[in-house]
């Protein structure tokens, strides 16, 4: 009944997850690897593949094959072109490049959403986990819009409205957090914990949002001279910088829609990610008023079995859009 | 007649510098050593100081010597506690703490200034700086303060009124430069080059200074589309990321200065610091509508010159002030 339909790939710069997904769109097995895009050596897009899906495929040699993110990458195994602004699923679909396995197989790539704008954005694997939300979320087809935030490495603020995306806002909040900890001389003083001390991350985004401060450059320092005047311990301090880079990533974003007259307490607000940073995003935006930004679960999946299904490559019928 | 009078030393995180200083505070032979404090191993630092200032002090074994900077901290020679807000050139002198030299000699070390506020700030070697720049130039002494910046890796900004220092904010301009162009993504597409891209590093302050957009977090981003999309070559990428961030700097203290009911535009203003970025800051300053930014020179000599002579270490007048 539930039988496979579709090898499923998220294949970005640093890791590949692959589903086995049935009729229905839901996983009947999972794979993890750490063989994302930028680990590869020359020609290992095969390889990885194999080792990942090669299984699947020998079980299954007609299952068709679709894959998103940075694979479609200039740096990948085809370049996917751009799609370019305002996008719905059928532009993604035409915008599928195809390549050809060594195993035979078929690998069908999504493109990524380019906007051009005075500051351009683009995104590559985010666009499906909207299709995927879009396709499993009816609140998001709200006759107003919703905005979804993809927390991460580059975390993303999607503005989406009649099944289409509308513009988006990228904040390199993630990886700017690791090349400070790591690389300036705020991870000095830091000691690290494995649990999230909640009141240090709130007061990092109170201070974030509230204070007549000159801006996130001069707010990060205070991670240091809060703990040389015994204010911040060592072990609260990353959290605090943690809670102010979200804070002001949010403060940001709630500017703009300030200047559109509208306000994050405004809007229909969904969130796609793992769930502790979910979770932190959930505890932010409640300081900024909004306090219903449920998670998405398995808005990968669902988006790559909708745009297999809308691209003709299964016969599933795309889920409640 | 200019004999030498005054062993001065800046001696930060990274560099020592040395001056020995005549009797009208103008140096008569300077020294530049790496033996910063955070590269020196246990007991370092005597052997720095014999290396850099021995041989004055074999001609001259009477000379007073005195340092500022992080030479200071608890991680330096000896700790000068910080002297608290508002700080004039006095409580600067009464919170000199000296340590003996295994030479013989006694260093006199000249404290930092602590702003507790509700993100306190700190500074050591600035302030010392800042008394230099006010012996020096009259135009500080406006009956209505100044503004002084200190581009640098932590780049700070010092408003003066009546000799004192009366509050400062700390940006991390620099180092958060290195960090993204060294430790992220952003750096992966640019080509150094020798001689600043003044076009790109005026976009880059202009996209901050202007745009609706929503932060530094984001704009940074741009650094990397405007390159995919062929906007900004491989050599503009980092004059674009320093033009960013130094507008968002200023940006910053321009947003602090209109709650005020005031702006950049209304201050008597100067700077402290290398040429090349203070040239930076100049052209940086004038797109906000600010073009009398003059550099002050030779501030460390004349801070550590004035409060030398303040403290009593030497008979030479202060200058000017």
């Known amino acids: 009944m539930n039988a496979p339909s579709l090898i499923a790939l998220d294949w970005g710069t640093t890791s590949l997850r692959a589903y ?3 009729a229905d769109g839901v996983a009947l097995d999972t794979r993890a690897s750490p063989a994302g895009i930028m680990k590869l050596p020359a020609g290992g897009f095969d390889q990885a593949f194999d080792e990942t899906a090669g299984p699947w495929l020998d079980a299954h ?5 679709i894959a998103a993110g940075m694979v479609g990458s200039t740096q990948g195994w085809v ?11 059928d532009a993604l679909v035409a915008g599928i490049v195809t390549v050809a396995a060594a195993c035979g197989a078929t690998v069908h790539i999504v493109p990524g959403v380019l906007e051009r704008d005075t500051l351009p954005n683009v995104m590559r694997g985010e666009e499906t986990q909207i299709f995927g ?6 609140s998001l087809n709200a006759k107003d819009g919703a905005l979804i935030g993809l927390p991460g490495t580059h975390a993303k603020w999607v503005f989406v409205r009649d099944g289409r995306i509308e513009r988006f806002y990228t904040f390199m909040t993630g990886e700017t957090f690791g090349a400070l900890r790591d690389h300036t001389i705020l991870g000095r003083t830091m000691h690290p914990t494995s649990t999230l001390d909640q009141a240090a991350f709130l007061r990092g985004v109170d201070i974030a949002r509230d204070a007549g401060h000159p801006g996130v450059l001069a707010t990060i320092f205070s991670t240091r001279t809060l703990g040389l005047t015994g204010q911040l311990s060592a072990e609260q301090q990353a959290d605090y910088l943690s809670g102010l880079l979200i804070g002001h990533e949010l403060r940001g974003l709630n500017e703009v829609l300030a200047r559109e007259q509208s306000a994050l307490t ?6 796609i990610g793992n769930d502790a940073l979910c979770d932190r995003y959930r505890a932010a935006l409640a300081r900024f008023g909004y306090t219903y930004a449920q998670t998405v679960a398995h808005a990968t999946e669902h988006g790559l079995n909708r745009i297999a299904a809308q691209a003709g490559l299964i016969t599933a019928p795309v889920r409640a859009s």
Chains 1, 2 share one sequence.
């Open 20 to 22: 086995l997904l049935g």
């Open 61 to 65: 040699p007609d299952l068709p094959v």
């Open 79 to 89: 370049e996917a072109p751009y799609v370019e602004m305002p996008t719905d699923a």
């Open 133 to 138: 939300a879009l396709s499993s979320d009816a």
């Open 266 to 271: 405004g809007k229909t607000l969904r969130l």
